[in-house]
């Protein structure tokens, strides 16, 4: 090998050390550590499983609204690997992990000297660092954005930079505006890059009094424009949510006045000062609590980087060293701006737009500092040679190693075990998750609303998913075997009432890892459920059974009181027995009709108060509810009453059939208003 190619395989092979290493440290137990799943990304998971099964959205409404790509990114994962925390997360390790050529792409080509060193120590500083691994294994979008800021300035750069052949700078330009649009279609703090090429095009032709900067920046918005149309068409169809999520974050919609404005501005601003040195985010979602983003040694480095461009920014390099300066310059504030303008600074997810810039200052000044260590060694008498020439990489890996060292033990033996950090990711949720997709999966499971509306709860339950409905409101039996409902834990006196209700119930308490309450079953046998929801009802036989279209049975029923004054509500329980789930969600009437046909009280509704239509009904399945009727105020007295009882479309008002009754309901029985 010649001795200008041996170089550039150590680089090499240096280069593809670091991209290992950040790769482990990003998929090391990556479904555990943390254990647990945010309710964000279990919404991630959700949207990817259906983007994985078909679903093709252009911006996702829920959960506040969210860009889709990197949900297209872990939908891809799923449908190879299966749906799952590690398949879901995946997505984010992959995502900085091609992150980190993509930094070493950009630094290398800005001017700056030592550009290889510098340029592997930026990456390896990034393949590192504690932010960049914890970001890089949770699965939120925010882990995507990096790779197309750094793809976006290193397109850039080439379209604009002074010494680059002019008939190239349209393609340049060109890809530099489908990286605008990719990160746009990522995260809502890509839509702000185009001010980034804006003020970096405005400086450019400034200083070389030339309009081409300019017309990169128009070639450059022109593609992006057209590769985010689908996103630029949902917001002309939802205007409001474009700015939604801002809004919710926004610091100027808290404050009441510009003092307090001005007053939490600076606050802000004071806490992104000291984030790389002092003092980081203090959420432990995102973070070791307060932990600063360089450790000393890394962050002394990154001083100086920022020395450095202090010093070319006032021109003392010339004008090329001067506008990369000034790009990173801009980079590195216009990125800051989200987390500046929004509550809790400094917020590391919105902040994962600085990185290619903050980590391209960390391995300037790291490179910086080790050729002036190899100079020392040089002028101490050693001479050159090998050994010579491996002491500024041999300064910039030991910083490194120790610096990695102290992230890898920082995040998994002080942050990952922490009471804190399970708490922030709602790791007892994914307890319950899995406790209840072990029991659905071994027979019929019903959930609380409470428990089943939990986004990762229902991620988990996707291979056996129960079905859930309020059970204040009525009881869904299934069609064979025992009665199994879970409410969280926390719904204790929720569990209590629907015991009280029905006596024949058992109450089992499971507690998680940590001994909390977990899951409540309320669970019954067969046989003892059956005689249960049917004790004391009128029973139609065989040959008396009321169907409803070929839907639903009518397997009992009472009314009570038996007599009831004007104003007064009455009780009508019902037991419905599904034959199939209908088509779409009908509703049913119980109407309170007086001998002269009038109807004095009547109630119409969708059963279980909503929770659980009919199209959602299996078949063999039993529903008990308890319906409520009010009679009129102005009801006769002294009469007797017919209770009807029926299904309907409400739609349309179309009934379901009942064989041999014209009016398609039923007589639950008679009666009684008595004197008001």
Do not use: K
């Not at 409404?61 to 749906?83: K, S």
Request: with cysteine; aromatic share 8%; glycine share 8%.
């Amino acid at each position: 090998m010649s001795t200008r190619r041996a170089p550039a395989a150590a680089l090499g092979l240096a280069l593809a050390l670091v991209i290992l290493v950040g790769f482990a440290l990003r998929v090391a137990a990556l479904g555990a550590v943390p254990f647990g799943f945010h309710p964000d990304e279990g919404h991630n998971a959700l949207d990817a499983w259906a983007i994985a099964n078909g679903w093709r959205p252009a911006f996702l409404p829920g959960n506040n609204g969210r860009e889709p790509l990197f949900m297209y990114l872990a939908a891809a994962l799923q449908a190879a690997g299966g749906a799952s925390i590690w398949s879901t997360r995946l997505a984010a390790a992959v995502a900085g992990t091609l992150y980190l050529p993509a930094q070493y792409v950009f630094t290398r080509a800005l001017p700056l000297p030592r550009p290889r060193l510098t340029a592997l120590a930026a990456t390896a500083i990034a393949a590192t660092a504690f932010w960049p691994v914890a970001q890089s294994r949770y699965a939120l979008r925010a882990s995507l954005l990096p790779l197309w800021v750094a793809l976006c300035l290193w397109a850039w750069w080439r379209a604009v930079e002074p010494e680059r052949r002019v008939g190239a700078w349209p393609r340049w330009s060109a890809l530099a505006g489908a990286f605008l649009a990719a990160a746009a279609h990522t995260h809502l703090t890509g839509r702000a890059l185009p001010l980034l090429l804006a003020a970096s095009a405005a400086w450019a032709a400034r200083g070389q009094r030339s309009r081409r900067p300019l017309a990169a920046l128009a070639v450059a918005c022109a593609v992006a424009l057209v590769l985010a149309a689908p996103q630029l068409r949902y917001f002309t169809r939802h205007p409001e949510m474009l700015s939604y999520r801002a809004e919710q974050v926004s610091l100027l919609q808290a404050q009441a006045d510009g003092a307090e404005t001005v007053a939490a501005l600076r606050r802000n601003a004071l806490a992104l000062a000291r984030a790389p040195l002092l003092r980081g985010d203090r959420s432990w979602y995102h973070n070791l609590s307060g932990r600063p983003v360089f450790d000393p040694l890394v962050g002394a480095a990154f001083l100086l980087g920022l020395a450095l461009l202090a010093r070319d920014l006032a021109g003392r390099h010339g004008p090329r060293r001067r506008h990369a300066a000034a790009l990173l310059a801009l980079s590195l504030a216009l990125a800051a701006l989200p987390s500046l303008f929004s509550r809790g600074a400094p917020n590391y997810v919105r902040l994962t737009a600085t990185w290619p810039a903050l980590f391209a200052l960390a391995g300037w000044g790291l490179a910086a500092a080790a050729a002036w260590v190899a100079r020392a060694a040089r002028a101490g008498g050693l001479r050159a040679g090998p050994l010579s020439a491996a002491v500024a990489p041999a300064v910039v890996g030991t910083v490194i190693a120790v610096g990695g060292a102290l992230a890898a033990r920082d995040y998994f033996l002080r942050y990952a075990p922490r009471q804190e950090t399970y708490d922030a990711f709602n790791a007892a949720a994914v307890e319950r998750g899995l406790a209840l997709a072990d029991l659905s999966r071994r027979e019929t499971t019903y959930a609380s609303e409470a428990l089943w509306r939990q986004a990762v709860i229902r991620f988990l339950c996707l291979d056996a998913p129960p079905r859930s409905y309020d059970a204040a409101a009525g009881l869904v039996l299934p069609a064979a075997g025992a009665l199994t409902y879970v409410l969280e834990g926390s719904e204790e006196e929720r569990a209590r009432a629907v015991s009280d209700r029905h006596p024949w119930l058992s109450h089992t308490l499971l507690p998680d890892s940590r001994g909390a309450p977990s899951l409540r079953l309320l669970g019954a046998p067969e046989p003892v459920w059956r005689a249960g929801v049917l004790a004391g009802l009128h029973r139609p036989g065989p040959a008396d059974e009321v169907r409803f279209g070929d839907a639903i049975a009518l397997a009992g029923w009472r009314v009570e009181p038996a007599a009831a004054a004007p104003g007064v509500t009455v009780t009508v329980l019902a037991v419905w027995r599904a034959l199939s789930a209908t088509a779409v969600d009908h509703n049913r009437f119980v109407h309170v009709v007086g001998p002269d046909g009038r109807t004095i009280g009547q109630h119409d509704g969708p059963p279980l108060a909503g929770t659980y239509p009919t199209d959602r009904w299996r078949a063999g399945e039993t529903v008990w509810e308890p319906i409520a009727v009010r009679l009129a105020d102005d009801a006769p007295s002294g009469v007797e009453a017919t209770v009807l009882a029926g299904w309907y479309d409400w739609r349309d008002g179309a009934r379901l059939g009942v064989p041999g009754r014209d009016e398609a309901a039923v007589a639950l029985g008679r009666l009684r208003v008595g004197a008001p």
